[in-house]
T-cell receptor, first 113, second 118 residues
Framework: SQQGEEDPQALSIQEGENATMNCSYKTSINNLQWYRQNSGRGLVHLILIRSNEREKHSGRLRVTLDTSKKSSSLLITASRAADTASYFC?????????????FGGGTRVLVKP | DTGVSQNPRHKITKRGQNVTFRCDPISEHNRLYWYRQTLGQGPEFLTYFQNEAQLEKSRLLSDRFSAERPKGSFSTLEIQRTEQGDSAMYLCASSLPPREAVPYNEQFFGPGTRLTVL
């Protein structure tokens, strides 16, 4: 079963609006990452946040991590039609777990022009 | 193109046939991962290699599945006696190994091989 669960499962917004999606997980982690996947294609790494970090920014992306609640959020500001994609959170436990990623079910984002 | 490549991109086969997929990682990456993604779901970990050693296999990887990385470069994933439930996107990723100063390295994903079992 997937450790990470994204919420909402689908999101439809107008270009220029902000998009926020959440991820919850169950076990302790070394880091949490967000990936983007355009329809039927490979995954593109967006941002990584380590377990000792609380917030991170990259361009129009803002990620938060609350390890006490085992949750993370991804905010995309000033969305563009090109942001239309599925977004996945993925956790890594590191160490002996070998940095394998455990993905959530994803949030499908539609940005309407 | 210096990214992760996968071949073929699409494979249609009949139930019971064997199929083999290939992944060529980024050249300096010694870690290689296989994931499977079914429609509408997130990817699920199957197995990973460090150099030629297969260090972990998921319980999802039944005995019909076998993966190899014979020279620590490219990897193959073979599915024997395919079943309709094997239909999925098979994703390969590679990364550098973690180091003390960099405990985690980003995984770079290939475009995937989409398998359809009829």
């Amino acid at each position: 079963s997937q450790q990470g669960e994204e919420d909402p499962q689908a999101l439809s917004i107008q270009e220029g609006e902000n998009a926020t999606m959440n991820c919850s997980y169950k076990t302790s982690i070394n880091n949490l990452q967000w990936y983007r996947q355009n329809s039927g294609r490979g995954l593109v790494h967006l941002i990584l946040i380590r377990s000792n970090e609380r917030e991170k920014h990259s361009g129009r992306l803002r990620v938060t991590l609350d390890t006490s609640k085992k949750s993370s959020s991804l905010l995309i500001t000033a969305s563009r039609a090109a942001d239309t994609a599925s977004y996945f959170c993925a956790t890594s436990r590191g160490g002996a777990a070998g940095n394998k990623l455990t993905f959530g079910g994803g949030t499908r984002v539609l940005v309407k022009p | 193109d210096t990214g992760v490549s996968q071949n073929p991109r699409h494979k249609i086969t009949k139930r019971g046939q064997n199929v083999t997929f290939r992944c060529d990682p980024i050249s300096e990456h010694n870690r290689l991962y296989w994931y499977r993604q079914t429609l509408g779901q997130g990817p699920e970990f199957l197995t990973y290699f460090q150099n030629e050693a297969q260090l972990e296999k998921s319980r999802l990887l039944s005995d019909r599945f076998s993966a190899e990385r014979p020279k620590g470069s490219f990897s193959t994933l073979e599915i024997q006696r395919t079943e309709q439930g094997d239909s999925a996107m098979y994703l390969c990723a590679s990364s550098l190994p973690p180091r003390e100063a960099v405990p985690y390295n980003e995984q770079f994903f290939g475009p995937g091989t989409r398998l359809t079992v009829l």
